[in-house]
Structures are given as structure tokens and as C-alpha cells.
């Protein structure tokens, strides 16, 4: 099992930044690639970014593309997502996820943590 707790959360206005925080626990050996997805109100949960959790080429959505950056400290178990030029269209809860090896989707996710941009 992997355990998941997003952190970064809150209220920013339009064009500024937030920095989201994943931390993960548990069998992060059996960890095949980490991402982040978002869902908006009345909207399906959509892939934000995602990284290869060994290291690699990072995806992106064309939505964020430019905008935010996902990084991660193997070693400390975290993964970031640095979001800047925010718009009112980002509002969402962002979710943390993990992929396991040998595994076609995403397993298991955090409690997600609300960020909401105003205009």
C-alpha cells in the first residue's frame, strides 16, 4: 500500500503563484510513475502532470503546460507541483496520485487539497 497527504492548498488571486506539496509513505518501492490531477466543480477528475517516480521526462497537460511544474526528492519521498500565472479556470481540488509497477492506472490518491483562484 502507498499512503498519499497533498498539503499547499488555499486561496490565491489571478496571475499568482502556490506551490503543492505530496507527501508519500509506504511500499514507494512498488511506485511505477507519481502524477497530479485536478477536478473542478461539476467537472471529471483530468490529468495535470505526471513523472516516471525513478526519474524521466515529465507530461504535462496542454492546459499547464508553461505554467506549473511538477518536481520530486526520491530520496525524501515528496512531489511538488509549482503553479504560477494561475487562472480562475485552475480552481479545483488538486489530487496526488500513484502508479504501481506492473499497474495501467493510477492506484492510489490523496485527499486532494483545494485550490481556488479568484479574478
Known amino acids: 500500500q502507498v499512503q498519499l497527504v497533498e498539503s499547499g492548498g488555499g486561496l490565491v488571486q489571478a496571475g499568482g503563484s502556490r506551490n503543492l506539496s505530496c507527501a508519500v509513505s509506504?511500499?514507494?518501492?512498488?511506485?511505477?510513475?507519481m502524477g497530479w490531477f485536478r477536478q473542478a466543480p461539476g467537472k471529471e477528475r483530468e490529468f495535470v502532470a505526471a513523472i516516471p517516480w525513478s526519474g524521466g521526462v515529465t507530461s504535462y497537460a496542454d492546459s499547464v503546460k508553461g505554467r506549473f511544474t511538477l518536481s520530486r526528492e526520491y530520496f525524501k519521498n515528496m512531489m511538488y507541483l509549482q503553479m504560477s500565472s494561475l487562472k480562475p479556470e485552475d480552481t479545483a481540488v488538486y489530487y496526488c496520485?500513484?502508479?504501481?509497477?506492473?499497474?495501467?492506472?493510477?492506484?492510489?490518491w490523496g485527499q486532494g487539497t483545494q485550490v481556488t483562484v479568484s479574478s
Open positions: 509506504g511500499r514507494t518501492s512498488g511506485i511505477y510513475a
Open positions: 496520485a500513484a502508479r504501481p509497477a506492473g499497474g495501467t492506472s493510477y492506484s492510489f
